[in-house]
């Protein structure tokens, strides 16, 4: 089987998950399962007009396809791709895609359960939120849920 090297960008425009999707099985016939991951900005009372995300751009972009080279490694996968946005995005957009590809639908799990998890905690990413009067909010601490699930992977020994 040859090398699987990740898809990793970091960009301000939106992304299309049918073309990344496409982009990632097209022309294989060795892939029997994509599982995808969008992670979307959400507005959970109305008070918000957008979330703002920096990044360190060249470091975002090196964590994320460390990340993704660790799930390769991990588990058997045929393709995998980590796609996030920075800039403002308002309540409904895209933030970010990952989509892991395998001959088996439980490494695909396992591989985008895994990227999504460092993501949220390893990856150098800040949010702010923008609310609909006009006022900023703070940058947006992380939560302990995250750890949590992060610290799932340590004793999880990898699947085939």
Not at 103 to 123: E, G, I
Not at 136 to 145: F, M, R
Request: aromatic letters at 8%.
């Amino acid at each position: 089987m040859a090398a699987v090297e990740p898809i990793v960008r970091v960009q301000s425009e939106d992304f299309d998950f049918a073309a990344e999707s496409q982009r990632l099985t097209e022309g294989r016939s060795d892939i029997g399962a994509v599982v995808s991951f969008t992670g979307l900005c959400r507005d959970d009372g109305g008070a918000l007009s957008a979330l703002e995300l920096e990044h360190y751009p060249g470091m975002a972009e090196a964590e994320i396809a460390r990340i993704c080279r660790i799930a390769i490694a991990r588990w058997p996968v045929t393709g995998l791709a980590a796609i996030h946005r920075f800039g403002k995005i308002a309540p409904g957009g895209n933030i970010v895609l990952v989509l892991a590809a395998s001959a088996h639908r439980q490494a695909a799990f396992d591989a985008a359960n895994f990227v999504m998890d460092y993501l949220k905690t390893s990856a150098p990413f800040w949010k702010k939120e923008h609310f609909a009067d006009g006022s900023e909010g703070s940058w947006v601490s992380a939560k302990d849920a995250d750890d949590t699930a992060l610290a799932r992977w340590a004793d999880d020994p990898p699947r085939s």
